[in-house]
C-alpha cells in the first residue's frame, strides 16, 4: 500500500525558507511522476509542482523561481526548497503520486 507522508512545514517570516520533504513507501517511485499541490485557506487545491521521473521539473508560474523539486530515488524522498515566501504561501502542502495523496504539512508565511 502506498503511503505518502509530508513533513517540513511551519511558521515562517516573510521571506524566508522552508523545505518540505515527502517519505513515500509502499513500492518504487523512481518510474513515476511526483508532485506538489497546495491549498491555501478557503481556496482550492492547486498544482505547485511536478519531479518527472525521467528527470524534468515543471512548476507553476507562482513557483517558477521561488521552489525547487526534487527527489531521491534512494530513499523514496521527494523535497520541495521554498524561498522568499510571501504570505500567499500560506497553505498545506500535499505530496501526490499516481492517484495517492499525503495528508499534507501546513507552511505559514507571516510576520
Known amino acids: 500500500q502506498v503511503q505518502l507522508v509530508e513533513s517540513g512545514g511551519g511558521l515562517v517570516q516573510p521571506g524566508g525558507s522552508l523545505r518540505l520533504s515527502c517519505a513515500a513507501s509502499?513500492?518504487?517511485?523512481?518510474?513515476?511522476?511526483m508532485g506538489w499541490y497546495r491549498q491555501a485557506p478557503g481556496k482550492g487545491r492547486e498544482f505547485v509542482a511536478i519531479s518527472g521521473y525521467l528527470g524534468t521539473t515543471h512548476y507553476s508560474d507562482s513557483a517558477q523561481g521561488r521552489c525547487t523539486i526534487s527527489r531521491d530515488t534512494g530513499t523514496n524522498t521527494l523535497y520541495m526548497q521554498m524561498n522568499n515566501l510571501k504570505p500567499a504561501g500560506t497553505a498545506i502542502y500535499y505530496c501526490?503520486?499516481?492517484?495517492?495523496w499525503g495528508k499534507g504539512t501546513r507552511a505559514t508565511v507571516s510576520s
Open positions: 501526490t503520486v499516481m492517484q495517492y
Open positions: 509502499g513500492r518504487t517511485f523512481s518510474d513515476l511522476n
